[in-house]
């Protein structure tokens, strides 16, 4: 007797923590077992060292296994026109073969996620993103000509990234010289785009599950010569959060997952205003947002801010002039590149829009068992923090 | 003769509770059981040599951990521990199971619909936001729109404020949660039978409805409003059985003082001049007392307890219309082994959860249909658990306690009473419905108790054995449980109280009706009530 599909997946429960495609390589990689969970699968925190790994990002090339995303394919005649309605962006303007950071709202304008949408064709493309949509995606699609597939489990990802990541391609036999950001090329069966998450030059490659250790292992061959190193999301974060980028969940909490009203926000009170195409004559939320616009509505703020000293201030509470609480730091990290004490807060305006000065951080740093406090002088400066010439410059160089 | 402030009929948890927080408070207070023992319908009972049963309640998880620590039932031997899993076997062999873990559980549901699976997150977080919204109102005691006292307006503007931090969306949300049928409201979120059938459970459970009648859907939020220890909508078992909560509470009373008396079934609650004045037991003993609080259900306080033609005619009225009809019943076995499953896997944590076989909505709606008629369901549905799996103090090691809630259960069999015949052929249908599950399940079967609403009534006193003491309708709730007017826990007449599960909050083994019936107490007698925990924050 052959068991039904539905039967046969009954085993999922003898591994509550899945393992990626690539999860045999990163295994015999990592030194210091320090796994976490990251939508339910098994993810490093660090494979040996998080801090060697971020020079990897900086210095020559990181590997990092991005199959967890959140991934779907949407196709069809209306797929333009249904992304058009569902995000924030200006589809028609998305060219085949490019990819562009998007967000997209609920009836209220209230950001559900934000992730990258990729186009492969006329009529079709792919979303990544952090958290689950299908019946938000489904329900948006009623009266369009597309369909939506969930394929986290099917795609397998690979961020390659830093200064080396264009020679280690070149090297494998991948010619993306013309690739440049923002592109999006298949070569050889592998998908790849140039985009990430770390500000620096470097790629996002995608392949069919079966086909990922080939891939792994095409790369790490060639990569040999150039200093790649797999790392785990310790690294990525710092690298993350000096690309000036925000994390769903950690930065903002979004439409769907918030449980206190007041937690949910519209883009422009985490940064992403400039996203909005407001010539657009229709999408999920644009009424709202440009309700909150015109009446001044909006009450949060994202900020950059760099800190004096040097301690970081992840989770602190931002003070205006001392004794006023004006926001959160939602993240938060001494930057190796910038030589700065950087972080990303969350402000309540008017703070951090008309009351941009005398801004302040408290910091309790724990040491040795007691809490050292400090207060500190914050300044708002603008994302992203670090900026390399090289993470856009085509063709890319090759060090 | 000792002489007592205050007398509680019956000794069911809420009793208990009030008897617990009014002796502490200082008064004397005597608890009047008709059983030889307390609990009410929280007991574990030996029934047989070596079983302990949970023979009425079966899980914890609503208890307030506020009453737990006031009361010191740590200290007096309360433990509840959490559960994980469960499960629906389904026709076809397969089965749906409910992990704790939040990725197993979406992967469980993207077998049978990925879409479900991405559902569940939404569904969470809105019944999570309307659990939010009613837990702080649990353990205080409903305004009365009607009375213009400083407290009911004060009350009446804090629900209006409770009410105002939700957005448009979730006020319409919350007004469609108190008025919708569980199964229209699943509908919204769920695609697949199974996921329906599994989440519609908690709406239709110790509720004469079905699960596409209107109002279902508030009773699925009343099970989700617990909690194990902080993990908001977790349930848990009680170490040693139900019985552990009341056993824990009746040291607690004693141990300040307190007087139990078991055998000592009340007849009559006295009145003269619309006061109180004690109580007769069967037999004809006279206590008396100024105060007198009843955790009997309002029916069996008002109709046989005391006299009608000293109650307002209006009241009365309201109180015979006042819906708590039988509709379940209770299997209750003691195996000598484990039952096997073939459809779940070796081991699984579903056999440590809540297990059931009926994988459709409509199944439990044909299954009402049998109960409109004045038959138990021919296909019912069980809420099937086997605590010894978790709690080794129940029985010995290898042998094991299974609790069956049935549903559905009328209280009379085609309008006449029950008989004998009835209830084992009702009990057949159970274990018929087991059996095709579980090979050899009727083998290991060492002894059985089977509770129609007869046998509920007749021994824990609850009228038509209705287990949260009258429907979670939002007819009846807040301010109309059990009765306009009457909702905080005073009755027509001066000195006599109400405390069980016909008050506000309503039913279920949660004491907070015990709670806020003794604060009205001691708010009437000028008491300080500072001793009594504050609500905890919802934050």
Known sequence: MTLSPRHAAQAHILMPRLETPF????????????WYTWSGYKAPHSLADAELEYFAIRSTAALFDISPMVKYRIAGPDAERYLNRLTVRDVRKLGVSRVHYTAWCDDHGHVLDDG??????????????????????????????????????????????????Y????????????????????????TISRTGFTGDLGYELFVPRDEALPLWDRLWAAGEAHGIRAIGYGALNQARIEAGFIVANADFMTAETALRADRVRLPDEIGLDWLVDTEKPSFNGRAAILAARRNQSLKHILVGLEIEGNIPAEHAIVYHRGKHEAGIVTAGIWSPIAKRNIAIASL???????????????????????????????????????????????????? | MQKFDCLIVGGGHNGLVTACYLQRAGLNVAVLEKNGWVGGAATSRELTPGFLYSNCSYVCSLFRPEIMRDLELPRHGLQVIAYEGGAVFTRDGDYLASYRDHDSHRREFARYSKRDAEAYNRYARDVTRQCRFIQPLLMRTAPDPLGFRPRDISELLYLARKFGEFGPQEMAQTLRFWTMSISDFLDEYFETDVIKAYLALSGIIGTALGPMSPGTAYVLLHHYMGEVDGSVGAWGYARGGMGAVTQALARSFESVGGVIRTDAEVEKILSRGGRTTGVVLAGGEEIKARLVVSNADVKRTFLKLVEEKDLPGKFVHRVKHFKMRGSSGKVNIALDSLPEFPALPKDSNCMRGDMHFTDSVERMERAYDDWKAGRWSADPFLDMMIPTTIDPTMTSPGKHFMSCFVQYCPPKVEGRDWTDADRDAFAETVISQIADYSPGFRDRIVHMEVRTPREIEREVGITEGNIFQGELTFDQLLFNRPVPGYAQYRSPIAGLYMCGSSTHPGGGVMGAPGRNAAMEILRDLKRPTEAMSKAHDVV
């Not at chain 1, 045999?24 to 320090?34: C, F, G, K, Q, T």
């Not at chain 1, 020679?167 to 070569?187: C, E, Q």
């Open chain 1, 116 to 165: 990258t949408l990729f186009r492969f064709g006329p009529d079709e493309f792919r979303l990544c993103c952090q958290e689950r949509h299908l019946p938000w995606l489904l329900d948006s699609a009623y009266g369009f000509a597309v369909t939506i597939a969930e394929e986290t489990e099917e795609i397998a990802g690979l961020a390659l990234q830093g200064p080396t990541s």
């Open chain 1, 167 to 190: 020679a280690v391609l070149s090297a494998a036999g991948f010619d993306v010289a013309r690739l440049k950001p923002f592109d999006v090329v298949t070569l050889d069966r592998v």
């Open chain 1, 348 to 399: 309540e305006r008017p703070y951090g829009e008309r009351f941009t000065d005398d801004l302040w951080v408290e910091i309790y740093a724990l040491r040795e068992l007691k809490y050292q406090k400090m207060m500190k002088r914050a300044r708002i400066v603008p994302r992203p923090f670090v900026k390399l010439a090289r993470r856009s410059a085509t063709p890319p160089g090759l060090r």
């Open chain 1, 23 to 34: 999860h045999s390589r990163l295994a015999a990689l990592s030194e210091v077992n320090d």
